[in-house]
Each structure stands twice: as C-alpha cells, then as structure tokens.
T-cell receptor
Framework: DAEITQSPRHKITETGRQVTLACHQTWNHNNMFWYRQDLGHGLRLIHYSYGVHDTNKGEVSDGYSVSRSNTEDLPLTLESAASSQTSVYFC????????????FGPGTRLTVL | AQKVTQAQTEISVVEKEDVTLDCVYETRDTTYYLFWYKQPPSGELVFLIRRNSFDEQNEISGRYSWNFQKSTSSFNFTITASQVVDSAVYFCALSEATSNDYKLSFGAGTTVTVRA
C-alpha cells in the first residue's frame, strides 16, 4: 500500500544545530508540503513543492529550507535550530488538483533545547 | 488575514449528545474546496470530507453531517449521538482553485472531548 512516512518521529536537539527531517511518500504525488502544528495555530505551511526541483515558501518559512531531488522525498532542514522551532512537523502529499485531499505523514515531534 | 476561522477552541459533551463545529472561511475565488480533517489523540491527520463551491447540498454520512452555506461563508460539521471515539481535534481547511495552486489553509482547530 502507498504511504507517507516521516523520520525521526521524535528528535531533541540543541539551539544552533542543523536538523533535517525526512519525508518519503510512495503515492507518486507531485505535490508535497511541510507544516508545523502549534497550539492555537492549527497547521501552518512552511514550504511546499509541486515537482522535482520546484520549491516554494509558505507562510512561516524563515529558518527552514527544503530541496526536491526526486518525486518521493522532501527533506526539511532547520539551518540553525531555535527554541521557537519546537513543534510537531507534518509532511503531506497530494495529487495535482485543488480538490484533492492531502495525505499526511505521522508527524515528527521536535524539541529544541 | 485568516482565511479559515474556527471560533470554538474546545467543546466538551457527554456521550450521545450532538456536537456542531463551526467553520467560517474567506476567499475571493469563485471556485474553491472545503475540507474537514480529524486528528485523534494518536496524532495522525485523517481526511473526513470535501465539498466544492458549486455544491451546496448538505450531506449525511452515518453520524456525521455537513452544512455548507455560501451566503454566510460557513461549512459546519455535526456529529450526531457522539461517542468517546469522536474525541479529537477537528480542522476545517480551504483550497482556493487559482491556477496551479494546491495549498490548504487550515483553521486553528476545535478540540472535542466526549465524556462517557
């Protein structure tokens, strides 16, 4: 069965360190998204990609970057982790129409000390 | 500006009571799509329903029903005869069908607690 996975599921890091969160999907979807979930804010879009070598900034992109070298993977990098980036991160993918639902990964809980 | 507003932060009910979740959206597009997602305590996000802006017919699916009203920009969700397993955070989301744009805008979520 097709799926979307994230790793690690839990991560504790220190302020200033570079962190990369992995997202892998086997749906063969061109669209992939990264969100962060914080209490009171719902899910906020960090970065998204509509295909290989395509990346776009979302509403909370500062301090984050992504790259898309293949269809299956969209890793999210925190260049220099900050305590404000402590959050739960979700990756999602969808087909190429606005009416298509997004399929979500299980999430990564990141703590920055 | 917030495109999707879920004014209710938390709702607590006793089992078998009905629960209605409010969602108000804002868009200039004439074609758009509205979604409800459920996030149970285990944390995963589960797609529940999608409606498009051309279809105002309300729908019932088992204990769930949806009320879409373009005149008030609302897309409300009702759980009839709630059960403990309905305890979750529920998110309303909007997709605007502008050219090649597939982003979802989420509301802040409503936490539903169903007590036995």
């Amino acid at each position: 069965d097709a799926e979307i996975t994230q790793s690690p599921r839990h991560k504790i890091t220190e302020t200033g360190r570079q962190v990369t969160l992995a997202c892998h999907q086997t749906w063969n979807h061109n669209n992939m998204f990264w969100y962060r979930q914080d209490l009171g804010h719902g899910l906020r879009l960090i970065h998204y990609s509509y295909g290989v070598h395509d990346t776009n900034k979302g509403e909370v992109s500062d301090g984050y970057s992504v790259s898309r070298s293949n269809t299956e993977d969209l890793p999210l990098t925190l260049e220099s982790a900050a305590s404000s980036q402590t959050s739960v991160y979700f990756c999602a993918s969808s087909e190429e129409y606005p009416y298509n639902e997004q399929f979500f990964g299980p999430g990564t809980r990141l703590t920055v000390l | 500006a917030q495109k999707v507003t879920q004014a209710q932060t938390e709702i607590s009910v006793v089992e078998k009571e009905d629960v209605t979740l409010d969602c108000v959206y804002e868009t200039r597009d004439t074609t758009y799509y509205l979604f409800w997602y459920k996030q149970p305590p285990s944390g995963e996000l589960v797609f529940l329903i999608r409606r498009n802006s051309f279809d105002e017919q309300n729908e019932i699916s088992g204990r769930y029903s949806w009320n879409f009203q373009k005149s008030t920009s609302s897309f409300n969700f009702t759980i009839t005869a709630s059960q403990v397993v309905d305890s979750a955070v529920y998110f309303c989301a909007l997709s605007e069908a502008t050219s090649n744009d597939y982003k979802l805008s989420f509301g802040a979520g409503t936490t539903v607690t169903v007590r036995a």
